[in-house]
Structure formats: structure tokens, C-alpha cells
């Protein structure tokens, strides 16, 4: 899965990167492992808390998951979580 970081603030470890490209994998595999699905994850900041949003086409649907939290890494994982949540319902 081609994963897009839209945002400022983009700087995570190498080992972070790894594991939320190894979650995202799992949820292209769960839409449909032939073709290549891509991500488009949007980044944002207000003062201490950080929020993203992870949106994926899936044929005709758009399928979103928002997640907040004060460390980033979290922010990220937590969208995933809820964009995998709709995919096992889309399916």
C-alpha cells in the first residue's frame, strides 16, 4: 500500500515508520490484496495536540478514520485503527 504525509510535521523514527507501514499493509490486504491501494494520511498540530486523518478509495466509497492524541505516533496509529474498522465493515 503506497502511503501520501500531507503536514508539517512529518518526523518520526525509522521503527515507527516500519510499523504503520506494516498496519496500513494489513488493511490493503483486507480491501483487496491484488491491486495496489493507496492512503493519503493528513497531518495537524494545535498547540500540544496532535491530529490525523487517513482516507483510502475503495471502488465507489471513501472510507476516513480521525485520530487524536498528543504524541504523533499515536495520532496516526489511532486513525489506522479506525480506518481498519470501516474496511471490515465496507467488505
Known sequence: ?????????????????????????KIGKLLDGKRESEAHVILSQERH??????TIHYYNHQLAGLGSSSDLFEAIRGAAEKLEKQVLKAR
Open 1 to 25: 500500500m503506497k502511503i501520501t504525509y500531507t503536514g508539517r510535521q512529518v518526523e518520526l523514527a525509522p521503527a515507527q515508520l516500519k510499523k504503520l507501514q506494516a498496519h496500513f499493509a
Open 49 to 54: 495536540l496532535h491530529h490525523a486523518e487517513a
